[in-house]
């Protein structure tokens, strides 16, 4: 599969909810380090997500770069939380036609406020 679908057909299976889809193009080895978790298996990083998703409202693309082995995403999570819209950057690495990594930038401040109340 073209890197550009791969990563494309993730998003938008996660965007909206489809978890089974989402699941499918991730490597069981996914290493995921992000600004509040860390994890090294798509389950454990899946369940994270799925809770993530329960507080996002929208996710609104802003830009999209690919070469041939990863791939960077530059978006807005709008989350039901006190942090709102929430810009974020994704990198990820793929291999064998599953993402085997995934890097995931935010500012977490207000989230992590809102995780000790």
Not at 21 to 46: K, M, V
Request: aromatic share 12%; charged share 25%; hydrophobic share 45%.
């Amino acid at each position: 599969m073209d890197i550009r679908k791969l990563i494309e057909a993730y998003h938008k299976a996660w965007t909206c909810g489809d978890f089974e889809a989402a699941r499918s193009f991730l490597a069981d080895d996914l290493e995921f380090r992000g600004t509040i978790e860390s994890f090294s298996n798509a389950d454990d990083f899946l369940a994270a997500l799925k809770q993530f998703a329960k507080m996002t409202n929208q996710v609104t693309m802003l830009e999209q770069f690919y070469d041939h082995q990863s791939a960077a995403l530059l978006y807005d999570c709008d989350t039901a939380t006190p942090a709102g819209v929430i810009r974020t950057a994704e990198f990820f690495s793929v291999a064998g036609n599953r993402i085997t990594a995934i890097r995931l930038i935010f500012d977490a401040t207000e989230l992590r406020k809102a995780m000790t109340t």
